[in-house]
């Protein structure tokens, strides 16, 4: 990949003024140019969409508190190890990354997210016992479902096979 799709604006722009990108906004920043950064501030820049951060591949530390995130998935960022994620309206956040393990609680915070239930990490009861700067809605698990409806009956759940709503 010669160039990372950024099409938040937002995120392109702070990533222009971080000296990572230059010229106009155009959607774009130049991959060798972002596959080796290893800390990412990118806090309180009014960010919606984070597309393109899967290509931040040495990204060991990354803040993106203080935007209005929705979604956050990290799950490619498989040296990240220190995430900064308080104050968005996250309702999804995927961590499992691979490398979330041993990580002390000063690492992780995802406080002030009213809308988010489910935290993908790693090891839920790693996490639970270490992680406590979440709010208390929030809680993590190893396979969030993100997207998918819990359905506890075997026999509706079968039936549902059989139409072809589920596999």
């Not at 160039?3 to 995120?11: L, S, V």
């Not at 501030?41 to 290509?55: M, P, Q, R």
């Not at 220190?82 to 915070?109: D, E, M, P, Y």
């Not at 396979?143 to 096979?161: A, K, Q, R």
Request: hydrophobic content about 35%.
């Amino acid at each position: 990949f010669n160039d990372t799709y950024i099409p938040d604006d937002n995120f392109e722009q702070a990533l222009i003024d971080l000296g990572y990108d230059s010229g106009t906004l155009d959607d774009y920043v130049p991959t060798a140019n972002i596959n080796v950064i290893t800390s990412l501030d990118v806090s309180s820049k009014n960010i919606t969409d984070l597309t393109g951060i899967e290509n931040f591949i040495a990204l060991t530390s990354l803040n993106v508190s203080g935007n209005q995130l929705v979604n956050l998935d990290v799950s490619a960022n498989t040296s990240l190890v220190n995430l900064q994620a308080n104050n968005n309206q996250l309702s999804t956040l995927n961590f499992k990354n691979g490398a979330n393990n041993g990580i002390v609680n000063a690492n992780f915070n995802a406080l002030n997210n009213p809308n988010l239930t489910c935290i993908e990490v790693d090891d839920a009861t790693y996490s639970t016992t270490n992680w406590s700067q979440i709010d208390a809605s929030a809680s993590f698990s190893e396979n969030c479902h993100y997207g998918m409806t819990y359905v506890p009956d075997d026999l509706f759940e079968s039936w549902l096979i059989n139409l072809g709503y589920d596999t």
